[in-house]
């Protein structure tokens, strides 16, 4: 058993920063890739980047520049780092990690889910 816990979120004023953090913890596991997507009320599921365990990341366009992943492999967690936010930026932000215990294939892993809002 597995779980993603994430953390953070909120309400800030747009151009402010925000910091969100997820871990993953439970059986025995190797963590590979580990991200974050977000849904926004009346749009479809974006993915805002990920980080794969050699720390090689992947942003979408749209927060490039101000959003920064990393990650602390000793502690499976990942953290997102939000700055210049924007109110489209608001969105139920969803933390995954991709997970391989033993000889099992990879299987996601997600988080509950947490509130980022961005008022104007």
């Known amino acids: 058993q597995v779980q993603v816990v994430e953390s953070g979120g909120g309400l800030v004023q747009a151009g402010g920063s925000l910091n969100l953090s997820c871990a993953a913890s439970?059986?025995?596991?190797?963590?590979?890739?580990m991200g974050w997507y977000r849904h926004a009320p009346g749009k479809q599921r974006e993915l805002v980047g990920d980080i794969s365990s050699a720390g090689i990341t992947n942003y979408a366009d749209s927060v490039n520049g101000r959003f920064t992943i990393s990650r602390d492999n000793a502690k499976n967690t990942v953290y997102l780092q939000m700055t210049s936010l924007k109110p489209e930026d608001t969105a139920v932000y969803y933390c995954?990690?991709?997970?391989?215990?033993?000889?099992?294939?990879?299987?996601?892993?997600w988080g509950q889910g947490t509130q980022v809002t961005v008022s104007s």
């Open positions: 995954y990690a991709d997970v391989i215990m033993g000889t099992m294939p990879s299987y996601t892993y």
């Open positions: 439970g059986n025995t596991f190797n963590v590979n890739a």
